[in-house]
């Protein structure tokens, strides 16, 4: 159990940047997920804290001990690896073991240890299979067993879930809360999927091309993202942006407006903005008592519906004929969410409002957030 | 159902024979093997199969044919068949010359030289096979050309820098040079072979996957110590096949280990030394030489058979190992 304190961390390849100056702490205890698209860094930074990896400048500290050039094996770690890596050729017992023979613990410390490790992640009976036997769920407890077998300090996880099938992750996901729960030991946890990042931490990280873009616990992110990665990132369906510009009277764009008094907002007119709002921020006319504060009417034509079960996403338009493109949403689209038995069928008009109270404003130069929600 | 209704293609494989065509009985196995092509490859295996087994297996038959014929016989020994039967050869080797110790001394050169060159190709070929620096290849090319050269271009200089006298070296070796001693051997024969297993080794270690690595290193070893405990093991057919290679190698050297010794056996002179030793300044005894022969490839024989599935997979299945 210790705190994680990341100082100036920079690891640059050749020609490449991998984590640039990146600050940042852990507290004792907590569960920090590392977010992020894929080549974002994010592992990169977990490695320096391994020590697999040596950051080109700055320190790594655990638990207030400057640890930046000290093997993985005397950081007190212990690290859960997407491919699992179980060593092929021992089976259960000597895999959760290997740490423990390597220091030389008593052989009754390590049957102890073992089978305590072992029954938390419900492993009893299994001690001599070879891992070639066992199944990927059971092969990742394993894994886990293994890492939490040497009580570390911190507890690093890399993508854990990500190879196994989208049932047992649901499953794992909440085993691995319920771990830290009863480990109450300092956990980091990378993963590229923000439904994972949302579920499980105390705080997350948002990383994009090696640098912090936010740290916050999961629901500050959404409803307060730093900047428009989060604001993009966080979520899922992404939330709408509208490029444009701030005028005397307001927002104004190609396709939407929006009045309100720029300075009570904190921008001045000329300004490029981007207006943000989510598709559960948007409503349909009849409903718009549901919003905090409801905005104008906007005139929409219905695009495609892809209906979820519990909830049917609607993709609009400003008006007829405006061109879309496969890999993301264009000027005068817009995606809104409604409540499964709403009358929406494609090609309708229909009118919409969004709600003002939750409405985020980004400075379309520096991408930085304005203000969250119209005052 | 007449004849009518079938699929053409069907009637067609229907008529095995045609009986308009008149053929030679060659054409007639042509024709055969070539409706029933698995035949054909049964038939070449079986002659391929005979021909190695021929090839290989014959020279010891006849080196056992000339083995068991008393020495004044040897003028009768024919193509197939012994000269006479006489065992005893098997035990005069013992008794006139001490070719145990031949025997012993090759073996010995033979295992000490395979565990360094193990050691040290594993761990260069942990360098050139898991580590990314400048000039990697160029390196490894370097290594690589020392294999290239003839070991005859390596004697002279070998030669005059062991016999050259190290004052470090007086206590311990006799008149505080290497010749004579099985340093001498075992320092050049290694240096030669180490190329090929790190060769080898290279190819196996590169297809470890890293998370195993770093698991080990994050688990509490070094990364030597991930080397020998996770990555060695997982490679063992590739470690079985290269050390096989390496002692048979050395085991059956001759030139290096004839040079560095004066012959004599207390001077660790190697097995095939001793062989020739049969050989007298006005008679050769054949026989003796041939029973020799039959005894120096038994400790081989053994080591192969041993670890034959190692490395029959380490040479198949080592291109496509997870």
Not at chain 1, 141 to 146: E, Q
Not at chain 1, 197 to 224: F, H, K, W
Not at chain 2, 117 to 142: D, E, H, I, Q, T
Request: charged share 20%.
């Amino acid at each position: 159990m210790a705190q994680v304190k990341l100082e100036n961390v920079t690891k640059q390849y050749e020609d490449v940047t991998a984590v640039d100056d990146m600050n940042l702490e852990i507290k004792d205890g907590e569960f920090v997920t590392f977010v992020g698209p894929s080549g974002c860094g994010k592992s990169t930074t977990m490695e320096t804290i391994a020590g697999l990896t040596i950051p080109t400048d700055g320190g790594v500290y655990i638990g207030n001990e400057n640890v930046t050039r000290k093997p993985p094996k005397d950081r007190g770690i212990s690290m859960v690896f997407q491919n699992i890596a179980l060593f092929p050729h021992m089976d259960v017992y000597d895999n959760i073991s290997f740490g423990l023979r390597l220091r030389k613990y008593d052989q009754e410390e390590i049957d102890q240890r073992v089978e305590n490790a072992a029954d938390v992640v419900q492993l009893e009976g299994m001690m001599d299979r070879m891992p070639e036997e066992m199944s990927g769920g059971q092969r990742q407890r394993v894994a886990i067993a293994r890492a939490i077998v040497r009580n570390p300090r911190v507890f690093l996880m890399d993508e854990p879930l990500a190879n196994l099938d989208a049932e047992l992750r649901v499953h794992m996901r909440t085993q691995l809360q319920r771990l830290h729960r009863e480990l109450d030991t300092t956990i980091i946890y990378v993963t590229h999927d923000q439904a994972q990042a949302m579920t499980m931490s105390d705080r997350i990280a948002v990383i994009n091309s090696g640098e912090l873009m936010q740290v916050d616990p999961p629901l500050t992110c959404y409803n307060e993202p730093n900047n428009l990665f989060v604001a993009g990132f966080i979520g899922s369906p992404s939330m709408n942006f509208v490029e444009g510009q701030i005028t005397n009277s307001g927002f104004e764009s190609e396709y939407m407006d929006l009045p309100f008094d720029p300075e009570t907002q904190g921008v001045e007119p000329g300004q490029d903005v981007t207006l943000g709002i989510r598709p559960e921020d948007v409503y349909l006319e009849p409903t718009r008592n549901q919003a905090g504060t409801p905005s104008k009417t906007y005139d929409m034509v219905v695009d495609v519906l892809e209906p979820m079960g519990d909830e049917v996403f609607v993709f609009l338009l400003a008006e007829r004929g405006i061109e879309t493109s496969a890999d993301e949403m264009g000027a005068g689209q817009l995606l809104m969410s409604v409540e499964p038995d709403a009358d929406v069928q494609a090609n309708q008009d229909k009118q919409i409002v969004i709600d003002r109270d939750r409405v985020h404003l980004f400075d379309s130069e520096t991408e930085q957030a304005i203000t969250h929600g119209l005052k | 159902m007449s004849a009518d209704d079938e699929h053409p293609d069907l009637a067609a494989m229907e008529q095995v024979q045609e009986p308009d065509l008149d053929r030679g009985p060659v054409e007639a196995w042509a024709a055969k093997m070539i409706s029933n092509p698995d035949r054909a490859y049964r038939a070449m295996f079986y002659t391929a199969t005979v021909f190695f087994l021929v090839t290989t297996l014959f020279p010891f038959y006849w080196l056992f044919m000339v083995a068991i014929t008393p020495g004044r016989e040897l003028s009768e020994v024919g193509a197939l068949t012994p000269g006479g039967f006489d065992p005893t050869s098997f035990i005069t080797i013992f008794t006139r010359l001490p070719f145990h110790r031949y025997v012993f001394n090759s073996f010995l050169i033979a295992t000490v030289a395979t565990v360094i060159v193990l050691f040290v190709a594993s761990l260069a070929g942990y360098v050139f096979g898991r580590l990314r620096f400048r000039g990697k290849n160029a390196l490894l090319l370097l290594v690589l050309v020392t294999s290239f050269f003839p070991p005859a271009a390596f004697f002279v200089p070998l030669n005059r820098l062991f016999n050259t006298q190290v004052a470090v070296l007086e206590p311990i070796m006799s008149e505080g040079t290497l010749y004579n001693t099985p340093y001498a051997i075992f320092i050049p024969v290694s240096a030669i072979f180490l190329p090929l297993s790190i060769f080898i080794l290279m190819t196996f270690y590169s297809q470890i996957p890293d998370g195993l690595e770093d698991a080990a290193r994050i688990e509490g070893t070094t990364r030597v110590g991930a080397l020998f405990r996770v990555i060695v093991p997982l490679s063992a057919p590739g470690v079985a096949t290269a050390g096989v290679l390496t002692f048979i190698t050395v085991y059956n050297e001759y030139f290096f280990s004839s040079l560095m010794t004066d012959g004599r056996p207390e001077n660790w002179a190697p097995m095939l030394e001793g062989i020739l030793a049969f050989q007298g300044q006005y008679e050769v005894d054949f026989h003796l030489m041939a029973a020799a022969s039959i005894v120096a490839v038994l400790p081989v024989a053994i080591l192969v058979i041993v670890a034959q599935e190692k490395i029959v997979s380490g040479l198949t299945a080592g291109a496509v190992k997870e």
